[in-house]
Nanobody, 125 residues
């Protein structure tokens, strides 16, 4: 059974940085997609960034140039480095995974089937 556990959330001021981590265990597929999805207060879930087994990444337009997704060599820990944080980045951040290729549109990341419990990121102005 796949298990994902996020950590690294917190509260920062606008312009600050945070790095989220997600440990992944139980995956046996030869190819999978991993990503970060967030849910701002009172809004639906939105895809943030994705990475596949070949290291190909994709980002939502709202975070391009500020956020970086990465995967360690063992492919057991997923990261999201967030720089230049804005109040609009305030949300619960989830990591998620699924077998196969990543969707071409990060908006579709919300359909990945394995999810972590989420970690809160709060950015004050």
């Amino acid at each position: 059974q796949v298990e994902l556990v996020e950590s690294g959330g917190g509260s920062v001021q606008a312009g600050g940085s945070l790095k989220l981590s997600c440990t992944v265990s139980g995956y046996t597929y030869s190819r999978h997609c991993m990503g970060w999805i967030r849910q701002p207060p009172g809004k639906g879930r939105e895809g943030v960034a994705a990475i596949d087994d070949d290291g190909v990444t994709s980002y939502a337009d709202s975070v391009k140039g500020r956020f970086t997704i990465s995967l360690d060599n063992a492919k057991t820990t997923l990261y999201l480095q967030m720089n230049g944080l804005k109040p609009d980045d305030t949300a619960i951040y989830y990591c998620a995974a699924d077998r196969g290729h990543c969707p071409s549109d990060v908006a579709l990341l919300r359909y990945l089937t394995a999810w972590g419990q989420g970690t809160q990121v709060s950015v004050s102005s």
